[in-house]
């Protein structure tokens, strides 16, 4: 059974950081595509960032460019989220997802598993 868990939500203040993370189990982690997705309240599931499997390529929605990084240790089965300079309009549920689909790393169709969810809120 796949799995993916995320942790390290929180409350901070803006300008402040977090490191989300997201450990996968049940799977080749790998062989998948990585990707972090936020959802605020009221609004749609929405792309920020994503690495291909082999760590070679990252992309990154332009809001978050500069202050959020996407990493992945594949030897602990683990996806990262860095994420710097915090806004309130950064505040959301981050999800993050694995894939072998093809397609653009932004498209959420592209991802064959998704985890519950990591609350972050920012505070002004």
């Known amino acids: 059974q796949v799995q993916l868990v995320e942790s390290g939500g929180g409350l901070v203040q803006a300008g402040g950081s977090l490191r989300l993370s997201c450990a996968a189990s049940?799977?080749?982690?790998?062989?998948?595509?990585v990707g972090w997705f936020r959802q605020a309240p009221g609004k749609e599931r929405e792309f920020v960032a994503a690495?291909?499997?082999?760590?070679?390529?990252?992309v990154y929605t332009d809001s978050v460019k500069g202050r959020f990084t996407i990493s992945r240790d594949n030897s602990e089965n683990t996806v990262y989220l860095q994420m710097n300079s915090l806004k309130p309009e950064d505040a959301a549920v981050y999800y993050c997802?694995?894939?072998?689909?093809?397609?653009?790393?932004?498209?959420?169709?592209?991802?064959?598993?998704w985890g519950q969810g990591t609350q972050v809120t920012v505070s002004s």
């Open positions: 049940g799977l080749t982690f790998s062989s998948y595509a």
């Open positions: 997802a694995a894939g072998q689909r093809g397609g653009l790393l932004r498209n959420e169709m592209r991802y064959d598993y």
């Open positions: 690495m291909a499997w082999n760590g070679g390529y990252t």
